[in-house]
């Protein structure tokens, strides 16, 4: 029957869900869990797909804001004779005004929503992406990229968030990790891109390349419903409501059954799953006894992935120019093999994910990565061709983690404080990316580059010891992994 709810053989009107939340009495949250239980039961239309998309777009575009510098600095360097201390630093400056944006639009995402947050990060990435491409110096530069990197930082999390509360709990893994494969996608292009676009063109076209674009996405950004999750804890249930009927009447028009939630997604402890309006942020939650473990786990787990995979994407474009003396164009190429290598284990993680759990893939993506690093260290880095297999192998396999991060993280959260803890966390990637470059320069600098893959290797060791602690959340609804 059309208007009827099927799983595993039974079936329920759709008034059933109000039905049930009428039965709960005169508790204030019965209208929020209504809310929720139909956000659990709808199956993916079109309304997810164009929030996906557009969200999607926009993540590609941060992407290629923050790997851009990478394929800049091969012609960078001989042009402004910049000498590798002040590779690392212009690399760093990046990453640090992404520390401050991640912290900066979280708490803005709190108080404001996820889209308006989301638009302010992407349109400050765009402005101050169109001022690299005037930069004349290395100091020019280095401040346009601190301030295009708040607004990278920005977005990431914010989006995460975002993404996390549209998913149902049984496919929100295959559901968010399809969607974030665009930042790895974003990666492997800018390599491609700017293989053709840099020798053509020169450097500042890379810029503009991103930066215009990202400008009209904002325009599309603005105008995404709000996260219902969002609007439920703040008390905004006749906004949330709106937007609920919008997603049903999409999968109304797509002749799609509405779901029953499955009985496994209910909470162990008995009655029903809700989200308690205005609650409010408070950013030093994430460190109370209830959070602390989880807190710290996911904080060590962002900075040893991070730590190594982002030392090693961006420095490998000028090592394969300035130690091994490759071509230009060759070493652009090359440096892009990381990025394929990336989607590919994403890819491989997104189908996988929700079958063997994320603490399974994370600790096994750590030990991979960490025992081609330190294969690489015992053979030695006198040859390119075996930098570039191990290399790239250890990036490949430790970025489908990276992205795997942005599941997790929000998952583990509340609502009321789902996208500055996520923010808080990403932080820890932006301080230990920031660190790994700038280390990895100094260590070039006094030629010890074989030392290099030892320190990443150990770096991936302590990754997979804090693996150990992770919290499964495969399944589950947030509401009840935060509870």
Not at 72 to 79: H, T, Y
Not at 232 to 252: D, H, M
Request: hydrophobic content about 55%.
């Amino acid at each position: 029957m059309k208007g009827e709810m099927i799983v595993g053989g039974l079936s329920a009107s759709a008034a059933d869900v109000t039905a049930d939340a009428a039965r709960m009495g005169p508790d204030p949250t019965s209208k929020e869990a209504e809310l929720l239980g139909r956000l659990e039961r709808l199956p993916f239309t079109r309304w997810h797909a164009k929030a996906r998309v557009v969200m999607g777009t926009a993540t590609f575009f941060d992407a290629f804001a923050a790997l851009s510098l990478a394929y800049a600095l091969p012609v960078l360097i001989g042009l402004w004779h910049l000498k590798a201390s002040q590779v690392g630093l212009l690399i760093a400056a990046g990453y640090v005004g992404q520390l401050i944006g991640a912290i900066s639009f979280g708490a803005i995402a709190e108080r404001k929503g996820r889209v308006r947050s989301a638009t302010g990060a992407i349109a400050l990435m765009a402005v101050m992406g169109v001022g690299c491409v005037f930069a004349n110096s290395f100091w020019v530069l280095l401040a346009f990229r601190f301030f295009q990197g708040i607004g990278v930082g920005g977005e990431v999390p914010v989006a995460a968030a975002y993404i996390n509360e549209l998913s149902q709990a049984q496919r929100r893994g295959k559901f968010f990790m399809l969607y974030e494969m665009i930042f790895p996608i974003g990666l492997m292009l800018t390599g491609q891109i700017a293989v053709w676009l840099v020798p053509a063109l020169g450097w500042h076209a890379l810029f503009m390349f991103g930066a215009l674009p990202t400008l009209v996405i904002a325009f599309f950004v603005v105008r995404l419903p709000e996260s219902p999750r969002w609007l439920i804890n703040k008390g905004r249930l006749a906004e949330a409501e709106r937007i609920v009927e919008q997603a049903e009447a999409s999968a109304k028009r797509a002749g799609k059954v509405l779901e029953v939630v499955p009985a496994s997604t209910q909470p162990t402890r008995g009655g029903p799953v809700t989200l308690r309006a205005n609650q409010k942020t408070r950013a030093a939650e994430v460190l109370s006894r209830t959070f602390r473990n989880r807190t710290l786990i996911v904080w060590s787990l962002w900075a040893t992935s991070y730590f190594v995979a982002n030392g090693l994407n961006n420095w490998l474009p000028s090592l394969y120019r300035t130690v091994f003396h490759m071509p230009l164009v060759d070493a652009l190429r090359t440096a892009s093999l990381t990025n394929v290598l990336q989607v590919i284990a994403t890819l491989v993680c997104a189908f996988a994910v929700d079958r063997i759990g994320r603490k399974s893939w994370t600790i096994g993506s750590f030990l991979v990565a960490g025992a081609a690093l330190a294969a690489l260290w015992f053979t030695g880095s006198t040859s390119v061709w075996v930098v570039v297999v191990m290399g790239s192998a250890a990036y490949g396999v430790i970025g489908s983690t990276n992205t795997l991060l942005y599941l997790y993280t929000p998952e583990i959260y509340p609502t009321r404080m789902r996208a500055i803890a996520t923010a808080l966390a990403t932080s820890w990637l932006r301080a230990a990316s920031a660190a790994g470059p700038a280390l990895l320069g100094i260590i070039v600098e006094s030629g010890g580059l074989n030392t290099v893959f030892i320190v990443f290797a150990f770096v991936c060791a302590v990754g997979a010891v804090a693996g150990l602690g992770m919290i499964e959340t495969r399944g589950k609804r947030l509401e009840q992994i935060a509870s």
